[in-house]
């Protein structure tokens, strides 16, 4: 069976690998002259990387350190303590360190216990208040989707403070919106994983570029074994048969048609919106896509005349735009610079610093970094290089969640894979990779009660 997927991120090479490792034949197209979607890496003309965002691993991602692990690939990852550090003016570093020798959920109610910019009874009140997810299930977080993170944390009891110091930035790591504009679902579905899972809250960065440790890697392998990655191939439309109700082929930019037997988008949804044909538009599984709008980010790197914040970790900020950061020449040993650092910021949210002149970003950025950092008023910047990404994960905003759709599609040879469809992980590279196997499920499931007829198509020109 010939498998056309439109999309190069994980999704996309988790379907890929997958279904060339089951013998079929398969072309991925990716329309970026680099593999790795949301998770990319690319040299600039000094050869230094420059990443799309600052890719952070935890324990609680089984299925992509699963696949990995299965491809050879299990060994691309520097682990970090369980630790989540705040940087603050008022406080300096804190951090809520998951003690290691305790039982779940304690391990990490101590962690809240020892964490210095909330007062005692901030913290009796968050760890009352997390009680009901800590000790609840799936089930239960799936119910308070409706309702904001923000209004159920203090609907709960925990105050503003915890609000301020903590969750908004969770928040903001998770999907670049403030605890007020984003689901309870999707804090809550985070904190259930932590809670349950000695491992979960584990953090890693990839060693070095994801490039080069895991696209690059996985390209040789499905072209070792039959299939096809081609890059800078951007799909524009999906040729849908309304009579017979079956696509019959994806448009490239370049007036090529890519037509097989199975089809799936593996796109960002804003990218799959705009390939609809009128003809899909029709189907309220795909009307419903509408609802889902990517959150704007911003991620920058500074590169330093020395050594700036000095840990070999994570670091979260409330109060600022630098929602997460790290010293990459510290975190990711491929990146070492003998002691000059290399600051990585997702800056978030971004709705309105995104529109910003290049000059003024840094400037805003520097601001708040020198106030969480002073030393690095001292410090030389020698450049920066700036990624914006105007539609990045979509927003988990309350009630979208179910908008989501499934991996089918009503086309019967025509499937989605993307952590915007339905799956019980967050919007994250853990989340495209349960999507991307449930794709795969959903493909086989149709095979086996006939649903796809391979045909044996080839690639023709339009």
């Known amino acids: 069976m010939r498998v056309i997927i439109a999309g190069g991120g994980p999704a996309g090479f988790v379907v ?14 990716e329309k970026r002259a680099v593999p790795g979607g949301k998770v990319s890496a690319w040299r600039d003309e000094d050869g230094d990387w420059i990443e799309s965002g600052l890719h952070v691993f935890f324990g609680a991602y089984h299925h992509l350190l699963g696949f990995l692990e299965r491809y050879g690939l299990g060994d691309t990852f520097n682990w970090k303590p369980a630790e989540m550090i705040f940087a603050s003016e008022r406080h300096g570093l804190a951090g809520i360190r998951f003690v290691p020798w305790l039982p779940t959920p304690l391990n990490g109610l101590a962690g809240v216990a020892g964490f210095k910019p909330l007062s005692w009874g901030d913290k009796l009140r968050m760890g009352l208040g997390l009680m009901r997810p800590i000790f609840g299930d799936q089930r239960y977080v799936d119910q308070q989707d409706d309702e904001s993170y923000a209004s159920w944390h203090l609907r709960h009891g925990m105050g503003q403070r915890s609000l301020d110091e903590v969750m908004h930035t969770m928040a903001l790591a998770l999907n670049f919106q403030p605890a007020d504009r984003v689901s309870a679902k999707l804090a809550l579905t985070a904190m259930l994983h932590f809670a349950h899972e000695k491992e979960a809250p584990r953090m890693a960065l990839v060693k070095g570029s994801p490039d080069t440790n895991i696209w690059r890697p996985l390209i040789a392998q499905i072209e070792a074994r039959g299939g096809r990655v081609e890059l800078g191939r951007k799909v524009v439309a999906i040729k849908h048969d309304a009579a017979a109700n079956q696509v019959t082929g994806f448009a490239l930019e370049d007036g090529e048609m890519i037509t097989g037997d199975v089809y799936v988008s593996a796109m960002p949804v804003h990218s799959l919106r705009k390939v609809l044909p009128e003809s899909l538009r029709q189907f309220a599984y795909f009307d419903n896509l509408k609802h889902l709008k990517g959150s704007p980010v911003i991620t920058m790197q500074l590169f330093f005349d020395r050594q700036i914040a000095g840990v070999d970790n994570l670091l979260f900020s409330a109060g600022t735009h630098l929602s997460v950061y790290a010293d990459m020449a510290m975190v990711a040993p491929e990146y070492h610079r003998g002691g000059k650092s290399i600051m990585q910021f997702v800056v978030a949210p971004a709705e309105e610093l995104i529109k910003l002149p290049d000059d003024e970003l840094v400037r805003v950025v520097m601001e708040e970094f020198v106030r969480l950092h002073p030393n690095a008023r001292s410090a030389r910047l020698l450049k920066h290089t700036i990624v914006r990404i105007p539609n990045s994960v979509y927003q988990a905003l309350p009630g979208v969640d179910k908008y989501r759709p499934d ?7 025509l499937f989605l894979a993307g952590d915007f469809t339905r799956q019980h992980f967050l919007a994250s ?20 009660r006939g649903a796809i007829a391979p045909a044996g198509a080839a690639i023709t020109v339009d």
């Open 407 to 413: 991996q089918a599609s009503p086309v019967p040879n």
């Open 16 to 29: 890929a690998r997958t279904m060339v490792d089951r013998g079929h034949e398969v072309v991925l197209l």
């Open 429 to 448: 590279i853990e989340g495209a990779t349960i999507s991307a196997e449930q794709c795969v499920a959903r493909i086989e499931e149709a095979l086996a």
